[in-house]
Each structure stands twice: as structure tokens, then as C-alpha cells.
């Protein structure tokens, strides 16, 4: 398969959104909040989807997945604890979730042009590219080599990265985004939790309710309405 410039660009582009600010966004924002409080805001992107995907890929959603969507907003901020306040590191969060949206519309407006595995491997590439320069220029690079460290770094490669891209751009391709974004509210959930099990995290009540939320508003953008003059064939 041979790429033109404008090939290029795409792919240059969807990396810049997809890999250099979804994980730039994250691994900032977790330096100075709880590592569950970034995964809901950063998985909160299923409803900018619902948003973008309108406005950009001319898509229709009933009433009903609307609605959802400003349940899943309203979960948001009962999970921040009912204040308006955000920190830096809540908008590092937010801004990971509509970098990860963004790159959702454009990966199902573009995602045909390209192999699912080629996509993955080269937006991959330029956005590491670009998450290298960027920790260059602000911060001290250092890697300390151990079985610890390289069992992450492994992990990251092969679950983290080349798994997770390649099976969430098939799905893109074969789907609705706002639907199939839409099970990436599974993530807070286990965020929360592996952020209480493993770093010892506390969970506070307004997590609970804003997560329930969240999951009404999943629910919503999903919910298919049956025919029953199908049913009774």
C-alpha cells in the first residue's frame, strides 16, 4: 500500500490525538489527582462522541441517547465532588477524554483508508514520536531497568498500546462511535476500583452516585428500541 502526503498527515494527525494527548493528558493528570478520578474523566469521551459525532460525521441519535448524555455530564460532576473548581489536573483528565473523542471521529471518518493494523502501528508511532520530544523539552529523562519497570513497559506495548488500538478500530469500523465509545464507561468502574486495591485509594460516596450515573447514561446512549410487530413474527 503506498501513502501520499495526505496519508500521511491523517495518520500524523490521529497520532497527535489518539497517543500523544489521550497519554500525555492521563499520566499528567494522575501526578496530581487519583488515578480513578482521571480514569472517569478521561472515559467520560463516549458522550463528546455522542456531540462530535453529530456535528462532524452528520450522525442522528433519539432523544432518549441525548438525555444520556447529560446524565453521564451530571455524573461527572457529582464524581468531582459537586464543585465546579476543577483542578489543573481534572483538566489535564477532560482534556484526554475529548482528545480520545476527537480521534474517534476522525479514525471512523478515515479508518477505511488504511489496514486496521497499519493505522495502529503508525499512529502509534508518530504520536510516541511527538510524547518523546515533549518529555524532552519538559521534563529530565531517566529509566531505572528492572523486572518491574520492564514488565510495564512490556505490558504497555503489547495490552496497553498494539491490543487495545488494534481491537478499538476494528470495532469502529464495524459500528455506531457513539455506541461502541459508549463501553468505554467500563473503564472508570475498573479504575476506581484497581485505585482502591492496589495504591489504596479511598472511595468516597460521590463516586458511587456519580458512577451510577454514568453507567444510566452508557445505558441510554445504547438502549435500541425492539419492534414488537418483529417480535410477534
Known amino acids: 500500500m503506498t501513502f501520499g502526503f495526505k496519508d500521511w498527515t491523517k495518520l500524523i494527525i490521529i497520532?497527535?490525538?489518539?497517543?500523544?494527548?489521550?497519554m500525555g493528558c492521563i499520566f499528567l493528570s494522575m501526578r496530581t489527582i487519583?488515578?480513578?478520578?482521571?480514569?472517569?474523566?478521561t472515559f467520560v469521551n463516549p458522550l463528546l462522541v455522542v456531540i462530535l459525532g453529530t456535528g462532524f460525521l452528520g450522525l442522528k441519535y433519539r432523544m432518549s441517547q441525548w438525555f444520556g448524555?447529560?446524565?453521564?455530564?451530571?455524573?461527572?460532576?457529582?464524581?468531582?465532588?459537586?464543585?465546579?473548581?476543577?483542578?489543573?489536573?481534572?483538566?489535564?483528565?477532560?482534556?484526554?477524554?475529548?482528545?480520545?473523542s476527537i480521534a474517534t471521529v476522525m479514525v471512523k471518518k478515515w479508518g477505511g483508508l488504511f489496514d486496521t493494523l497499519v493505522m495502529t502501528a503508525y499512529q502509534m508511532l508518530f504520536g510516541g514520536l511527538l510524547l518523546l520530544l515533549l518529555s524532552m523539552?519538559?521534563?529530565?529523562?531517566?529509566l531505572i531497568i528492572n523486572a518491574t519497570s520492564l514488565g510495564v513497559v512490556v505490558y504497555l506495548t503489547l495490552m496497553g498500546s498494539i491490543v487495545q488500538f488494534a481491537t478499538w478500530y476494528y470495532l469502529l469500523s464495524r459500528g455506531d462511535p457513539g455506541k461502541?465509545?459508549?463501553?468505554?464507561?467500563l473503564a472508570p468502574f475498573f479504575g476506581v476500583l484497581s485505585g482502591w486495591l492496589i495504591l489504596g485509594e479511598e472511595i468516597h460516596k460521590c463516586v458511587y452516585l456519580g458512577g451510577f450515573c454514568i453507567f444510566i447514561g452508557i445505558f441510554l446512549v445504547n438502549w435500541t428500541k425492539v419492534n414488537k410487530k418483529l417480535l410477534q413474527q
Open 15 to 22: 497520532g497527535f490525538f489518539q497517543t500523544t494527548g489521550v
Open 34 to 41: 487519583p488515578s480513578g478520578e482521571t480514569s472517569i474523566l
Open 69 to 100: 448524555v447529560i446524565v453521564g455530564f451530571i455524573g461527572v460532576f457529582i464524581t468531582l465532588g459537586f464543585h465546579l473548581q476543577l483542578t489543573t489536573g481534572s483538566w489535564l483528565g477532560l482534556g484526554s477524554a475529548l482528545s480520545w
Open 137 to 142: 523539552v519538559l521534563e529530565s529523562p531517566h
Open 180 to 185: 461502541t465509545s459508549a463501553f468505554l464507561f
